[in-house]
């Protein structure tokens, strides 16, 4: 038995550890904002927040999470944040195919609480691990930007 905090709440999962945490959160706890994309870490599609730091679920083995915090998009659009983000990406149209979004919107969570004033270089560093293929990098990079000057103080 593997034990996590899973989006606030204590969880308990029967996965073997050498299971992915994508497969686990997907399968197992039914959290389909996590993509399955590449199964290789490069795509960003499977980010979650583990322990405050934006990781590819894809290559997290369960065994190393017990103990474990992990944030999933479902648990994120239920705070402050998530709102003022998502009117942001809302107002400059930063959503295409919505694939991306949901691990683009957890990495802008990583990246303004890192640091709650972002330079445009610190933004397109802090989303480099996650693919967009509809090439909407400029409009998620704004839609951080302005994510950073409508949330002041909650960052």
């Known amino acids: 038995m593997i034990k996590f905090i899973l989006n606030g709440k204590e969880?308990?999962?029967?996965?073997e550890a050498n299971e992915r945490l994508l497969d686990i959160l997907r399968n197992e706890f039914r959290l389909t904002g996590v993509k399955c994309g590449c199964k290789e870490g490069e795509c960003g599609a499977c980010s979650v927040i583990l322990d405050g730091k934006l990781v590819n679920s894809c290559m997290?083995?369960?065994?190393?999470?017990?103990?474990?915090?992990?944030?999933?998009?479902?648990?994120?659009?239920?705070?402050?944040?998530?709102?003022?983000?998502?009117?942001?990406?809302?107002?400059?149209?930063?959503?295409?195919?919505?694939?991306c979004i949901p691990g683009m919107v957890l990495a802008s969570e990583c990246i303004l609480s890192k640091n709650p004033n972002p330079t445009e270089e610190e933004i397109r560093e802090g989303i480099s691990g996650n693919l967009c293929r509809c090439t909407g990098y400029n409009a998620i990079v704004n839609a951080i930007s302005i994510a950073a000057k409508e949330g002041k103080g909650l960052w």
């Open 11 to 15: 969880v308990a999962s029967t996965a």
């Open 60 to 99: 997290v083995a369960m065994g190393s999470i017990e103990g474990s915090s992990v944030m999933t998009i479902e648990g994120y659009r239920e705070t402050k944040r998530f709102e003022v983000i998502s009117r942001a990406y809302a107002s400059v149209s930063a959503v295409q195919c919505g694939f």
